[in-house]
Nanobody
């Protein structure tokens, strides 16, 4: 079930640099700085792929090798919102992008997790990279 609200996405030109946001507006029981927060993407017909993660305690950030140096995850605790800035997108990165949060996930070990380990999810937003 959807607990987070995503915005952003849509049709993007190759090498474009869109940004996403993921928010839990007005819900005290879902305070994002108490959660590890990750971005996943799902290619058509494929399983979820982890893109990035930001730690709940120290705000350390982690990235998949495929996006390292191009994507940036950040968090605004006052707004209870997480962001993903994506630079230089490639056509093969056309996918549905999701944010997800969980209190029990440690981003430093996030390669050992999968999407089933995250309780709270955004609705997903389609990113189509095409000219």
């Amino acid at each position: 079930q959807v607990h987070l609200v995503e915005s952003g996405g849509g049709l993007v030109q190759p090498r474009g640099s869109p940004g996403f946001s993921c928010a839990a507006p007005g819900f005290r029981e879902l305070t994002l700085h108490h959660h590890a927060i990750a971005w996943f993407r799902q290619f058509p017909g494929k399983e979820y792929e982890g893109v990035s993660c930001i730690s709940k305690i120290d705000n350390n950030t982690y990235y998949a090798d495929s996006v390292k140096g191009r994507f940036t995850i950040s968090k605004d605790n006052a707004k209870n919102t997480v962001y993903l800035q994506m630079n230089n997108l490639k056509p093969e990165e056309t996918a549905v992008y999701f944010c997800a949060a969980d209190t029990a996930v440690f981003c430093s070990l996030w390669n050992d997790y999968d999407n089933d380990d995250f309780v709270f999810w955004g609705q997903g937003t389609q990113v189509t990279v095409s000219s």
